[in-house]
Nanobody, 123 residues
Framework: QVQLVESGGGLVQAGDSLRLSCAAS????????AAWFRQAPGKEREFVAA????????YYADSIEGRFTISRDKAKNMVFLQMNGLKPEDTAVYFC????????????????WGQGTQVTVSS
């Protein structure tokens, strides 16, 4: 069973940067697509970014506007989300997820989830 653990969240000011990390428990994680979702209070879980198992096909939600970058280090069984130019509306719990099939955008199609890490951006 693949277990995912996120880290790197925190309290920052608008315009600051954060780098989120997702560590997997076993190397089979490297065979699957990986993604980041976020969920703010009272809102549905929202797609942020995803990357193929090879790392050569990243894609993003339109709302990101070029500010975030997803990447992975397959040798270390890790996925990252570099977040620059953070805005108060980015405040949410950020979740790492992995899908055995495809590179989906729907959270219903992901098989493994981390516990989430809180990102709070003050104005």
């Amino acid at each position: 069973q693949v277990q995912l653990v996120e880290s790197g969240g925190g309290l920052v000011q608008a315009g600051d940067s954060l780098r989120l990390s997702c560590a997997a428990s076993e190397p089979t994680f490297a065979l699957y697509a990986a993604a980041w979702f976020r969920q703010a209070p009272g809102k549905e879980r929202e797609f942020v970014a995803a990357v193929s198992r090879s790392g050569t096909y990243p894609y993003y939600a339109d709302s990101i506007e070029g500010r975030f970058t997803i990447s992975r280090d397959k040798a270390k069984n890790m996925v990252f989300l570099q977040m620059n130019g953070l805005k108060p509306e980015d405040t949410a719990v950020y979740f790492c997820a992995s899908a055995r099939l495809g590179i989906p955008r729907s959270p219903d199609e992901y098989d493994y989830w981390g516990q989430g890490t809180q990102v709070t951006v003050s104005s």
